[in-house]
Nanobody, 126 residues
Framework: VQLQASGGGLVQAGDSLRLSCAPSGRTFSSNGMGWFRQAPGKEREFVAAWRKGGFTYYADSVKGRFTISRDNAKNTVYLQMNSLKPEDTAVYYC?????????????????????WGQGTLVTVSS
């Protein structure tokens, strides 16, 4: 299974973007999805997570500005990003968790996810 992330681009501070992530090839059932990001010269960091039942969790740095959601019919997860800041500039990666029923306790850790997308670049200018 491969995940395809899209929707990145160059925007100005205060603008909005919506990232999408969908599996290519065969469909699969996931326990949850997550978004991570990696800025130049920095380590990958957690952004947001979603799990069955509609539960969500956010990094403090994006809480109140970003929203993660999933369209089950399209098997697609979204990251709506509002009020973007220059410090949000990064490559954004989506990830899926398909094998563990107890992964939610580790939702902000990249190793909790077993499938990853290729990343989409978001650049926010000041």
């Amino acid at each position: 299974v491969q995940l395809q992330a899209s929707g990145g681009g160059l925007v100005q501070a205060g603008d909005s973007l919506r990232l999408s992530c969908a599996p290519s090839g065969r469909t699969f059932s996931s326990n949850g999805m997550g978004w991570f990001r990696q800025a130049p010269g920095k380590e990958r960091e957690f952004v947001a997570a979603w799990r069955k039942g509609g539960f969500t969790y956010y990094a403090d740095s994006v809480k109140g500005r970003f929203t993660i959601s999933r369209d089950n019919a399209k098997n697609t997860v979204y990251l709506q990003m509002n009020s973007l800041k220059p410090e949000d500039t990064a490559v954004y990666y989506c990830a899926a968790q398909t094998y563990s029923s107890t992964w939610w306790s580790k939702r902000s850790i990249s190793s909790a996810y077993n499938y990853w997308g290729q990343g989409t670049l978001v650049t926010v200018s000041s």
